[in-house]
């Protein structure tokens, strides 16, 4: 007879409690996993008294355990000859366990390995993998206006969410468990394989859906699979599988998919040919309506969300934030760089750290997926540093979405491009980015990017397409680039962008310098130099310089056109005639453009304090300049702060004495002092003098900082001269930016723009007629 009860031993109490140690749970919880109403059994079950066998091994089931090696002198058989069979659920417990026990081997090497880009070794997906978020409103189904996303800030490109739009975000697995119908969209390289990889060894190892039988299908491999055989069956693969694996009782398998214990990943939805889609979404439909009580999870590629799968909820995996951006770079660097976990830790926080460099904002905008931060971390890894030049980093991006990271998964995507070759598809998306950037669309409807597609389509070479063609080829051609590449994508119903911003400004560059005709070039570059003083095309003039062979040319015209927006202007010529004529009274070695720069910048805002900062690391003549600003500032009348401010200019003046050299100012300096009352005097005597003197005196002194420094004019700028002036100053400093990238501009084109910048007009053309 077999034991109606059964007790743990000891040693198998100490084993259950580790496991359920584990799961967090309280033993109410668990009592509720096994569908009792009290925990009295529980509680009985690590107390080692007798508990009923089927509540037994419903406990050890839960736990990952063999009910066996826990119980105490075990029955040999179970059930026995000729008696009545345990309850259906005890024995489909026995079943999952056990079909699970086969296939832990088999998961573990087919979901614990990833093979990861450019890396030679296979990593182990708990060194590396961290919990993904998901966003339950899938963002290309939203009912957005462009007008929605226009103010949107570049540094928040990146986002699936934009803006006010922006979604809250769940953990990926809380999805899993809530929803047992699930497909997961997501952008190439969010991470939608090793997310479904994590769930089966999650559930391998009893932490998730333990009741469960995880079985990972790569849909491409059973599309190739069944079309061979001309018999698209998902139960015969997978009991195919499992008999190629030794388990080859198919009865025990269809046992477990009618009582629901299996849950099935099937990965790479949108992988599968156009040919055989038809058919495997078909059969997977048919296979959840007649396995309804399973647990069901697909993954797919955003773009392909319009296959529909009835009963499934679409969540779609979120950029990282920036607390998972640090976990993963702490796990990459101590998994991949083979070292110890301290060591990894720190070149984490090296990489974290100039990561958050403002220089760097392009790159965080970047490495919101696994795919890029990976991409990231490898190039930090073997270079110690960003680089400079983004050009290359962009490029081997654009060669991952292009087609090198399908490659590496061994996927052959529908040839929907027209036959276009790898250069030829750049070539389109080069033109779509800088059609759309030209003209300030960082958004546009589906039918806008429709029509550029097919004008570009009507330019090439023999083609004479109706327009009924066009427009199919044209829709045809967004569809893959936005499925196949996920560089355009679906912000909303019928609104699209790229899928980053700094791809579309790295495009538009590579669109400007591809012309190797010399006088086309010519005429690009000259296109470009229009927008110096638009902002947002700051890092386009940084991109085209990096791709230049000789960025000469650029420069050149950059410095022509930053210098004709004050030409016309003869008050901001005289402006900057002074900054020119004072920079030459200052005698240190200490560069002109920045001796020029610096009081241009004091002059205009006196206030900015810092003026003060970067005068104590150039001359001491620009430090008593920025002091005497600063005095004048503090010697300005505050209401009724008149003994303190007397106080306040008493003191300074006394400071700014020690620096002063020339004999005639110090004089002058001095005799102003003498004219503020000592501080020993009333309260009523020093009142007074402020208000009869104190006008005047400030005179007296603005005129003698005047006089013996030229510095403190009074400069009074129309609101449109101060508009043309700040752009002026924006876009020298857009040139200088460009001279310090590390591009290839000659030596004495260098230093004839740096020696030139932010001189007025008649001086340039003095130079000009010196040969100088």
């Not at 010519?522 to 902002?535: C, P, W, Y």
């Amino acid at each position: 007879m077999v034991k109606r009860s059964l007790q743990a031993t000891p040693a198998g109490i100490q084993q259950a409690k580790r496991s359920f140690t584990i799961t967090g749970w309280t033993q109410e919880d668990l009592a509720a996993e096994v569908n009792l109403k009290t925990r009295q059994p529980i509680w009985r079950f690590f107390t080692g008294q007798p508990v009923d066998r089927h509540v037994f091994m419903h406990i050890c089931s839960i736990l990952n355990l063999d009910w066996r090696e826990i119980a105490d002198n075990p029955p040999a058989e179970f059930p026995g000859p000729g008696e009545k069979s345990f309850p259906i659920n005890v024995e489909i417990e026995i079943l999952a366990e056990q079909t699970r026990s086969q296939l832990r081997e088999i998961i573990e090497n087919q979901c614990g390995i990833l093979q990861l880009l450019d890396i030679s070794h296979p990593v182990n997906i708990n060194d590396i993998y961290i919990d993904v978020n998901v966003l339950k409103k899938i963002t290309s189904q939203q009912y957005l206006a462009i007008a929605d996303l226009e103010n949107l800030d570049p540094r928040n490109f990146n986002r699936v969410g934009l803006g006010d739009v922006e979604q809250q975000q769940i953990a990926g697995i809380e999805a899993v468990k809530v929803h047992t119908k699930l497909r997961v969209l997501g952008r190439p390289g969010v991470g939608k394989t090793t997310f479904l990889k994590h769930l089966a060894i999650q559930c391998n190892q009893g932490k998730f859906a333990p009741h469960q039988v995880p079985i990972f299908i790569f849909l491409k491999e059973f599309a190739e699979d069944s079309r061979q055989r001309d018999k698209f069956n998902l139960a015969y693969y997978i009991g195919h599988k499992l008999h190629k694996e030794g388990i080859n009782n198919s009865s025990v398998f269809k046992k477990l998919l009618q009582e629901g214990r299996v849950l099935l990943l099937l990965d790479g939805l949108d992988e599968v040919l156009e040919n055989d889609l038809d058919e495997v979404l078909k059969e997977i439909r048919k296979f959840c309506e007649q396995y309804y009580k399973n647990r069901f999870v697909v993954s797919c590629r955003t773009a392909a969300q319009k296959l529909q799968l009835q009963g499934f909820t679409d969540v779609e995996i979120a950029p990282f934030t920036q607390e998972q951006i640090t976990t993963f770079a702490q796990k990459w660097f101590v998994a991949l760089t083979k070292t110890t976990s301290s060591m990894g830790k720190n070149q984490s926080n090296q990489f974290i750290e100039k990561l958050d460099l403002p220089e760097n904002w392009q790159f965080r905008q970047l490495v919101v997926t696994p795919l890029f931060l990976h991409l990231a971390c490898w190039v930090f890894q073997n270079q110690g540093k960003f680089p400079i030049k983004r050009t290359e980093f962009y490029k081997q991006g654009l060669d991952l979405l292009l087609g090198k990271w399908d490659e590496a998964k061994g996927v052959a995507r529908d040839s929907i491009y027209r036959g276009f070759l790898l250069p030829q598809k750049i070539k389109l998306l080069s033109k779509l980015a800088y059609i759309t950037f030209e003209q300030e669309q960082y958004f546009f409807e589906q039918s806008v990017i429709e029509n550029y597609i097919g004008d570009y389509l009507q330019n090439l070479p023999g083609e004479n397409l109706e327009p009924e063609e066009l427009q199919f080829e044209s829709e045809a051609i967004l569809k893959a680039i936005e499925a196949q590449h996920g560089l355009l994508i679906e912000r909303g119903r019928g609104i699209f962008s790229f899928s980053y911003l700094a791809f579309q400004e790295y495009l538009t560059a590579r669109t400007i310098v591809a012309d190797y005709n010399l006088r086309a070039l010519e005429k690009s570059l000259e296109g470009l130099v229009n927008h110096v003083t638009d902002a947002h095309w700051r890092e386009v003039f940084l991109l085209t310089m990096a791709m230049l062979r000789s960025a000469d040319s650029l420069v050149q015209l950059m410095k022509q056109k930053i210098d004709a927006l004050v030409a016309e202007d003869p008050y901001l010529q005289d402006f900057l005639q002074w900054g020119s004529q004072k920079s030459q009274q200052i005698s240190d070695q200490t560069q002109l453009v920045t001796k020029r720069a610096f009081y241009l910048a004091m002059a205009k805002t006196p206030q900015a304090t810092a003026h003060f900062a970067l005068a104590c690391t150039l001359d001491q003549g620009m430090f008593l300049d920025a002091a005497l600003e600063n005095l004048l500032l503090e010697c300005t009348i505050q209401n009724d702060q008149e003994l303190a401010q007397t106080k306040v200019c008493n003191l300074a003046l006394g400071n700014i004495l020690v620096m002063v050299l020339d004999a005639g100012f110090y004089k002058s300096l001095q005799q102003l002092r003498a004219q503020i009352p000592p501080d020993s005097n009333s309260r009523e005597t020093l009142d007074q003098w402020w208000e009869d003197h104190y006008i005047a005196w400030l005179a007296q002194l603005k005129k003698a900082i005047a006089n013996f420094r030229n510095i403190h004019h009074q400069w009074n700028f129309s609101s449109e001269q101060e508009i043309i002036l700040a752009k002026y100053y924006e876009a020298n400093q857009l040139l200088i930016d460009c001279l310090n990238s590390k591009s290839e501009v000659t030596p004495a084109i260098r230093q004839e723009i740096e020696t030139t910048m932010l001189l007025s007009q008649k001086e340039l053309e003095d130079r000009e007629w010196r040969g100088s």
